[in-house]
């Protein structure tokens, strides 16, 4: 159909129009406002409803003052500027400026307020861009910002309005971020700056289930599919039950650090594991070894593998140490070296085994005891009580030493008591003594000797006396022999001697009996002539008058103690 005018319009059929005739609008320079195709104006009027308008070359804005409701709203424009594919949305006030975009199926482009654009679905906003680009997400109830890009700061936040790095999660309960790749690809984060995006990483290799960290572009930490932490190694370790390795060239140590002010560290050096403890804040620690395994030697406090034969006199002798070979040594400077405390109840504090079998123990009943399995003995507080082994008391079935395995010297500063019958024997001692010849008025020549045994309170003595001449001056006088150990307490007459020899000395007329008597309470013996009518002569020097007199005296008696 050719170009006609709308008076020209009388009757339009299908006989004098083709379905891609169009229908146009111009305006008064001749420019076309509106076109539409008969086709599409015959299904509008049979549908009562213009199912699509297409306005073209318009350079003017559009301004529609009542409803346009439409399937769809299709703007388009060849022109690069952006403010061609725009619809402004703006009543005639700008107080509290409401006005909207609606979209099918209930959805509403809307303008809220003078500075704010949101998107409604069903009556909810569930989108707001605010002045400055600020853009909120709400959920399914509309009140709620779940989801919060703040333009200012570039920064994204989910479950916060106010994220405080590039991206911030939170919630008021459990926050977990889920990221889930290919079954044969790393999932993780790359981190760096711009010469290197990825010299940091945390990685999670999908292929072979493995979890990684990089530092400075390399792998430092790993933890395998078994579980296994290693650091600054790739190689698993050979036992199933070491969960743990840290390797690297040179030494190796952990820091185990207690607050800000100490701390322990854990090392390797060489051969040698250390332990050590520090204090002082991190950066400036004061570091103290205070173990170490070596050689299968475990150390503590000492460096030396053999702190039993130390001899520095100091505390550079510190030490404790369990050898691989079974040993244990403790060295200790000016105090003791092993302190062991049962508690709760008497027994066994330290037992002795053979093979398995006990042989010996140290233990406590209120009193320390020490023993094998049948013999002991046990420190009372004022006495040593002899045990059948362990704390019981054992009478009169122990025996000290043996007849081939005896002990030297026994030093007593009381006595000895053997059974409850006896008196006690309290002393006992052999000794020597110088017999001394006096008689008023004489001088004497004389070689002497004596010697004595005491027990308890029984004297045992001999003596002799051996002239080189003849005594000189008074000669007549009683002769006493002084010297004696001890005083005699016999009691009674006191206490007779055996004259076991006798000769050179000159017998009165009928004396055939010589005998020496201790009288009570003296120091001195008394030499003495006998008869039958028991007539009793002291003996005077002059009876001892020859060059060769000799007189040998022995017995005992009783003292005081």
Known sequence: ???????????????????????????????????????????????????????????????????????????????????????????STTTNVQGGLGV???????????????????GTRFVNVVSGGDISFYDSTGVTQGFFWDAS???????????????????????????????????????????????????????VNVMRFHTNGSERVKIDSSGNLLVGTSSAPSSANVKQVL?????????????????????????????????????????????????????????????????????ADNGFVVSSNGTTGIARYQAEALNLNRTGNDGSILDFQRSGTTVGSIGTDGALNIGSTNTGIKFGTSAVWATTGGSTNSNGAKDLGASTVRWKDLYLSGGIQFDSRSNKLNDYEEGTWTPNPVSTGATFSTSVGGKYTKVGNLVFITMYLD?????????????????????????????????????????????????????????????EWYQDDSTVTNMVAQDFDYNDARLVITGHYYTDS
């Open 1 to 91: 159909m050719a170009d006609k005018k709308i008076s020209e319009l009388v009757s339009i059929t299908g006989a004098n129009t083709a379905a891609d005739d169009y229908f146009v609008v111009v305006d008064t320079s001749g420019a076309v406002t509106y076109k539409i195709s008969r086709e599409e104006l015959n299904n509008a009027i049979e549908q009562d409803v213009l199912s699509s308008i297409e306005i073209t070359d318009i350079t003017n804005d559009v301004n529609v003052q009542g409803t346009v409701t439409a399937d769809e709203l299709y703007i388009q424009s060849t022109s690069n500027d952006s403010t061609v594919n725009t619809i402004q949305l703006a009543p």
């Open 104 to 122: 099918k199926s209930g959805g509403i482009i809307d303008v809220n307020g003078v500075n704010s654009v949101g998107l409604q679905v069903g």
């Open 153 to 207: 700061t570039q920064r994204l936040g989910l479950g916060t309005t106010s994220p405080n790095k590039i991206l911030h999660l939170e919630t008021s309960g459990e926050t977990v971020q889920r990221m889930i790749g290919g079954t044969t690809n790393l999932v993780g984060f790359y981190l760096g700056d711009a010469d290197n995006g990825s010299i940091g990483q945390i990685t999670y290799d999908n292929n």
């Open 247 to 315: 390797a690297k060239t040179g030494d190796c140590y952990l820091q185990i650090a207690s607050g800000t002010t100490g701390g322990g560290l854990l090392g390797q050096n060489g051969a040698n594991m250390l332990f050590y403890t520090y204090t002082g804040a991190v950066g400036s620690e004061a570091y103290a070894e205070a173990m170490r395994i070596s050689g299968g030697n475990l150390l503590v406090g000492t460096t030396d593998t053999t702190p039993w034969n130390n001899s520095a006199n100091s505390t």
């Open 467 to 527: 002239n080189s001449s003849a005594p000189t001056g008074t000669l007549t006088n009683t002769m006493n022999i002084y010297g004696l150990p001890f005083a005699n307490n016999s009691g009674g007459y006191g206490c007779i001697l055996t004259v076991g020899y006798v000769i050179g000395v000159d017998v009165p007329s009928s004396k055939y009996q010589i005998a020496a008597r201790i009288a009570n309470g003296n120091s001195y013996i008394t030499p």
